[in-house]
């Protein structure tokens, strides 16, 4: 004898729900990665005010002065491709790009408050490493 009843529709609704809130997740984690770390093309202004200026907007300055973050100016494209194959990856999910690119690594200095946070820009080109789920990147795990 068969299930009877709403329970089998009702487990397939919640199965459904659980599919596409993990999917959301991914994406959202994915969204997260673009807004922290990557600016194509490059934000006007100099290196002295482009840090203060980008870590701001994009967030990062509160609740408390994020002490390190890089940018990575490529197309997103460029980026993606070191999870689809332009990448050498190992251990869980970490791959290292094979081409390099044009970074400005952004360190807060010593006094800065939230809201007031200043910060110092290094600009180099190099390979980096990034953490990826389902074939997007959505960690920057740092430079090689």
């Known amino acids: 004898m068969g299930p009877r009843g709403p329970r089998p529709l009702l487990f397939l609704t919640l ?15 994915y969204r997260q ?9 490059k934000s006007s202004g100099n290196n002295r005010i482009y840090c203060n200026r980008i870590m701001q ?6 609740p408390v002065c994020k002490t390190f973050n890089t940018f990575i100016h490529a197309p997103t494209g460029q980026i993606q491709a070191i999870c689809r194959g332009a990448g050498r990856c190992h251990g869980r999910n970490f ?10 690594t952004c360190q807060v200095r010593p006094g800065s408050r939230p809201g007031r946070c200043v910060y110092r820009a290094r600009v180099q080109t190099r390979r980096i490493r990034v953490a990826c789920t389902q ?3 959505v960690h920057f795990e740092r430079i090689l």
């Open 95 to 104: 791959c290292d790009s094979n081409a390099s690119f044009r970074l400005t």
């Open 135 to 137: 074939r997007l990147p």
């Open 33 to 41: 990665f673009l807004n922290r770390h990557v600016d194509f093309p």
């Open 15 to 29: 199965v459904l729900l659980a599919a596409c809130l993990a999917q959301l997740s991914e994406g959202a984690t």
């Open 57 to 62: 907007r994009r967030g990062l300055t509160r």
